[in-house]
């Protein structure tokens, strides 16, 4: 496909279980950032990859959340002993290179995670 | 720590009417951009502004960057339904990778 897909596109799990979220960018974009959209709130940045890196966790919200790159490819999100608040829709983007505002940034649809 | 203020949270107008919508901060940033969100959709970005005083026209939609670099604007003339959508801006700090998000204006037009 041309843009970035995630999946799945919704996800309903129960308070304590695992989660994991893909992300699949655009072809030959070399940096991927993973998002969280709260309801009503902007995007909170996670974490980035340049290529199968990711120098920065800090944006990570707690140690239940952790992130890896394949290839210079796929990436997933995995969340640990998921809780309610962790509930949001998820956003990946990608870019061609990692260059801030020099570098578009395309969006997936993001993945919508529901913690009952 | 850098905020972005967007106001308004909510606007509701009637098709054909104008609007404006504001980007508000205390610190400079060197770029802003402004995306919109359709539900289901990832942003899509519209503009990136990067000088202050810095105008772009978008066919109905015009961005302009603040003289001070803190703060940007956007003006839709003649709106229409295909403008409803969540808009969101985004300013570039320090970090040549992270943007400072705001919470967005969702905007709806009424045919």
């Known amino acids: 496909g041309a843009g970035v897909s995630q999946s799945p596109s919704n996800k309903v799990t129960e308070k304590g279980k695992d989660v994991e979220l893909r992300c699949d960018p655009i072809s030959g974009h070399t940096a991927l950032y993973w998002y969280r959209q709260s309801l009503g709130q902007g995007l909170e940045f996670l974490i980035y990859?340049?290529?199968?890196?990711?120098?920065?966790k800090s944006g990570l919200p707690s140690d239940r959340f952790s992130a890896e790159r394949t290839g210079g490819s796929v990436s997933t999100l995995t969340i640990q002993r998921t809780q309610q608040e962790d509930s949001a829709v998820y956003l990946c983007?990608?870019?061609?290179?990692?260059?801030?505002?020099?570098?578009?940034?395309?969006f997936g649809p993001g993945t919508r995670l529901l913690v009952l | 720590t850098q905020l972005l203020e967007q106001s308004p949270q909510f606007l509701s107008i009637q098709e054909g009417e104008n609007l404006t919508v504001y980007c508000n901060s205390s610190s400079v940033f060197s770029s802003l951009q402004w995306y919109r969100q359709e539900p289901g959709e990832g942003p899509v970005l519209l503009v990136t502004v990067v000088t202050g005083g810095e105008v772009k026209k978008l066919k109905r939609l015009t961005f302009q960057f603040g003289d001070a670099r803190k703060d940007s604007s956007l003006h839709i003339t003649a709106a229409q339904p295909g403008d409803t959508g969540l808009y969101l801006c985004?300013?570039?700090?320090?970090?040549?990778?992270?943007?400072?998000w705001g919470a967005g204006t969702k905007l709806i037009i009424k045919p």
């Open positions: 983007a990608s870019s061609l290179a990692l260059g801030g505002l020099g570098e578009t940034q395309y």
């Open positions: 985004a300013g570039g700090g320090g970090s040549n990778y992270q943007l400072i």
């Open positions: 990859f340049q290529g199968n890196s990711a120098p920065d």
